[in-house]
């Protein structure tokens, strides 16, 4: 298991994230990745507990890694990784 925790250097609470694609800047790296074995049925079985999903999933070639990011119950995003077949 690889457990990657990222983070900034403010220390006031940051506003829950909403958009991914807005919240990626270098003043605010705010998630930590877990790899699972299929990032698809993760997904669906947390939207079935209602998970907030941020975004559908996509490849990243260059890692050979299919990822999707989640919000938890206090709104903080954590990364889901899957190794590309």
Do not use: W
Request: with cysteine; glycine share 10%; hydrophobic share 40%.
């Amino acid at each position: 298991m690889k457990l990657e925790l990222l983070g900034g250097g403010a220390t006031e609470s940051s506003p829950p994230v909403g958009d991914l694609a807005n919240s990626l800047n270098s003043a605010r790296i705010h998630h930590f990745c877990v790899t699972v074995d299929n990032l698809d049925a993760t997904l669906e079985e947390l939207r079935t507990r209602g998970v907030r999903i941020l975004g559908e999933p996509f490849d990243v070639p260059p890692i050979g890694q299919r990822v999707a990011f989640v919000n938890d119950n206090s709104g903080n995003v954590i990364e889901l990784t899957q190794p590309s077949a």
